[in-house]
């Protein structure tokens, strides 16, 4: 009976131990399900943030790119973004652009990101500027920067805004005359006997015809049409480069614009003067500061013949080449611009440019305005203790990055003088219509 009870006992033991190994393997069991359950949501939300990423730099890459002879594509400011060649498509676009090629970009070579198309160029060799220039523009037409309404014996009446005249219009003829000055419109207005006059007008760069009707003014005793007109600007800027060879240069990096309107102003001709830097404004907090300084001559240093978004451009005079001196650059295409240390050339005194760092803060391929590519930050002392920062009539100084002339100072945070915008070199260059 003993050896019985034994044995049952032995039975009922090891039943207990295997019940026991059972649950302890149940329970190791759902703790790796667990592990593998988080690993795998861990693994998934990581894909989920790539794939994200992906999107995100998809929309903010730009669709294509210039690299020199040779070269690959490799953006400084994502380099965890690496090219492969598209084969697909490089085919088809290299027989019509033999110099074009297409690649694939994607995020750590695995995640795709969007196909851009790669034109090979040799960069250009730029003289940088960073001294003053004097603008004298002549308007292509006159600008309207004011419609009002003229006090008659009869009351008030607005002839030029029922005539559908409005700010900003660029009226180009009358009568099927050309206009070109405020003079030779008042003369028109004058003698139009309070006749229906033809006016053409530009609005947008679309133009179109309509009419308005001068009346007669108590005030000034004459025939009137109930606007303000302005003909011509003048300021201050600063060049940007020189193509030493062609003669040509560009200067400012965004367009001039007229005070009143906000448009920017069409130029039939123009002038170039050179400057003398006399003092400076200092800019604060809210209060921009500005350059001041007189033309040195009446004698042009160039001829001014376009004015686009990406700013002014011109070619120097035969005696302007051969005086015009300054270091010359490799000019640095967009994927080459990074955040960090930098520098600036720029006149504050006199007529000599002179370096001073700048930290380049933020770096944008896909801005929708041509004229902020980048966050700037002046950090040299001497510069900030003269001006404060960026201020008016520094637009278009030359920004210098690891030996290459990579875009120019456009604009200054009215908030913070230190601070401002500033454009790829590449975007002024292509308006400057050297071919690449």
């Known amino acids: 009976m003993k050896k019985i009870c034994d044995k049952f006992t032995d039975i009922k033991q090891r039943k207990e131990g295997e019940d026991k190994s ?43 790119f210039y690299v020199e002879p040779g070269e690959k594509l490799e953006l400084s400011m994502y380099p965890h973004i690496e090219q492969t060649p598209s084969y697909l498509a490089a085919a088809a676009v290299n027989q019509v652009y033999p110099q074009t090629r297409q690649v694939s970009l994607s995020l750590f070579g695995v995640i795709p990101i969007k196909d851009v198309e790669v034109h090979c160029s040799q960069a250009p060799i730029l003289t940088a500027g960073g001294t003053p220039f004097g603008v004298k523009l002549l308007m292509d037409g006159v600008m309207v920067i004011r419609v009002e309404k003229v006090e008659t014996e009869d009351g008030e009446k607005q002839p030029a805004a029922d005539g559908g005249i409005q700010k900003g219009d660029i009226i180009r003829y009358i009568n099927d005359q050309s206009v070109m000055s405020n003079k030779e419109i008042q003369k028109i207005i004058d003698g139009s006997g309070g006749q229906k006059l033809k006016v053409t007008v530009n609005r947008g760069g679309n133009e179109y015809e309509t009419y308005v009707t001068p009346v007669y003014s108590k005030l000034r005793h004459g025939y009137c049409a109930g606007m303000w007109v302005r003909d011509s600007i003048a300021g201050i800027g600063t060049v940007t480069f020189v193509d030493r060879e062609s003669g040509s240069f560009a200067g400012l990096g965004h367009p001039i614009c007229d005070s009143d309107t906000g448009e920017i102003v069409p130029i039939s001709s123009g002038e170039a003067v050179p400057v003398q830097i006399s003092g400076v404004v200092k800019g604060k907090t809210g209060v921009p500061g500005e350059l001041e300084g007189y033309f040195t001559t009446e004698e042009p240093m160039g001829i001014l013949r376009e004015n686009n978004k990406c700013g002014v451009y011109g070619e120097l005079t035969s005696a302007a080449r051969t005086i015009y001196s300054g270091k010359e650059y490799k000019m640095g295409y967009k994927q080459d611009v990074h955040e960090g240390k930098a520098t600036i050339l720029t006149t504050i005194d006199g007529s000599i440019a002179k370096e001073y760092d700048i930290e380049i803060k933020q770096v944008d391929y896909s801005s929708s305005d041509s004229t902020k590519n980048m966050v700037i930050e002046i950090t040299d002392k001497e510069l900030l203790e003269k001006t404060g920062g960026i201020v008016q009539g520094m637009s278009g100084s030359p920004i210098i990055q690891d030996g290459r002339l990579i875009g120019a100072v456009t604009h200054v945070f009215v908030a913070d003088s230190s601070q401002g915008y500033g454009i790829f070199a590449e975007n002024m260059y292509d308006y400057m219509g050297a071919e690449k």
């Open 22 to 64: 059972r649950h302890e393997s149940k329970g190791e069991k759902k703790k790796m399900e667990k592990r593998v359950k988080r690993a795998v949501i861990a693994l998934c939300a990581g894909a989920g943030l790539l794939f994200t990423a992906a999107g995100y730099y998809g929309s903010h890459i730009p669709d294509s």
